[in-house]
């Protein structure tokens, strides 16, 4: 992704550092990540070992389309192309 990079941190230093009580269970966040060809970044996440728990969907009136995915450990991430 072109030298991009991006930092996570576990709840309970999350919770200390920052005096906040961070949601534990379920999906916490999810990551968007535009592309100009959803069917192949959906194709290359899911030969990497993601899962899609349903087909691409259709948003904002067809400006938008979307899909879901989860990497092998559960964590989601949005895959969106802008159609206009």
């Given at each position: 992704?072109?030298g991009?990079a991006?930092?996570l941190?576990?709840?309970?230093?999350?919770?200390?550092?920052h005096?906040?009580d961070?949601?534990?269970?379920?999906?916490?966040?999810?990551?968007?990540?535009?592309t100009?060809?959803?069917d192949?970044?959906?194709a290359?996440?899911?030969?990497?070992?993601?899962?899609?728990?349903?087909?691409?969907?259709?948003?904002l009136?067809?400006a938008?389309r979307?899909?879901?995915v989860?990497?092998?450990?559960?964590?989601?991430?949005?895959?969106?192309?802008?159609?206009?």
């Amino acid at each position: 992704m072109g030298g991009f990079a991006l930092g996570l941190v576990l709840p309970g230093p999350a919770a200390e550092a920052h005096g906040i009580d961070p949601v534990t269970t379920g999906h916490r966040a999810v990551i968007t990540l535009w592309t100009d060809d959803l069917d192949a970044a959906l194709a290359l996440a899911l030969a990497s070992g993601g899962h899609s728990p349903g087909d691409p969907d259709e948003f904002l009136d067809g400006a938008l389309r979307v899909a879901f995915v989860e990497d092998p450990d559960g964590h989601p991430a949005q895959l969106v192309q802008r159609n206009r």
